[in-house]
T-cell receptor
């Protein structure tokens, strides 16, 4: 069965430093997509970044990058130059190609310290 | 372009009462999804609409939950009668397509508390 594991319930990072949020996944399907979402205290879920299982390069979007290690089944989110506004809950999610359901992890709460 | 909106943002009801949650997807998005997050646990899929048709309701917990999407626009999720374990945050999402890199756009959620 598909599963997403986020082992860090909470993380702290100093402003302007980089932080890595861990995500491991389990699937037997060779085709899948991995997503990261940010949920600030206001509640909305904001899409951050996408990585397809066949993508050759790691995805990057501004200060966000995805450290995709297929053999280890990990898709860690790296946030560079953390800002106070990055304080939020972060969810890793997976969707198998041809389906529409997201499988989510339990989330990691990130707090950026001034 | 307006995002996915949900109403109400919070609802507190007593066990046994009925609650109806509403979701307005992004205009033009045929695909609409409901998810739920129980406190401290992962967000779980409830069901998927394509236009007005239910494509998959495998995640619906039981027959106390009824989702509709009349006319293929907004959707409602009714819980009747509500139980304590129904408390959580109910998210609605919509997407233009399915699969591939089509991301789902989420609403802010409705926090339901059953006392």
């Amino acid at each position: 069965a598909q599963k997403i594991t986020q082992t860090q319930p909470g993380m702290f990072v100093q402003e302007k430093e980089a932080v890595t949020l861990d995500c491991t996944y389990d699937t037997s399907d060779p085709s899948y997509g991995l997503f990261w979402y940010k949920q600030p205290s206001s509640g909305e879920m904001i899409f951050l970044i996408y990585q397809g299982s066949y993508d050759q390069q790691n995805a990057t979007e501004g200060r966000y990058s995805l450290n995709f290690q297929k053999a280890r089944k990990s898709a860690n989110l790296v946030i560079s130059a953390s800002q106070l506004g990055d304080s939020a809950m972060y969810f890793c999610a997976m969707r198998e190609v041809g389906t529409y359901k997201y499988i989510f992890g339990t989330g990691t709460r990130l707090k950026v310290l001034a | 372009e307006a995002g996915v909106t949900q109403f109400p943002s919070h609802s507190v009801i007593e066990k046994g009462q009925t609650v109806t949650l509403r979701c307005d997807p992004i205009s033009g998005h045929d695909n609409l999804y409901w998810y739920r997050r129980v406190m401290g646990k992962e967000i779980k899929f409830l069901l998927h609409f394509v236009k007005e048709s239910k494509q998959d309701e495998s995640g619906m917990p039981n027959n106390r939950f009824l989702a509709e999407r009349t006319g293929g626009t907004y959707s409602t999720l009714k819980v009747q009668p509500a139980e304590l374990e129904d408390s959580g945050v109910y998210f609605c999402a919509s997407s233009q397509g399915i699969g591939g890199s089509y991301e789902q756009y989420f609403g802010p959620g409705t926090r339901l508390t059953v006392t």
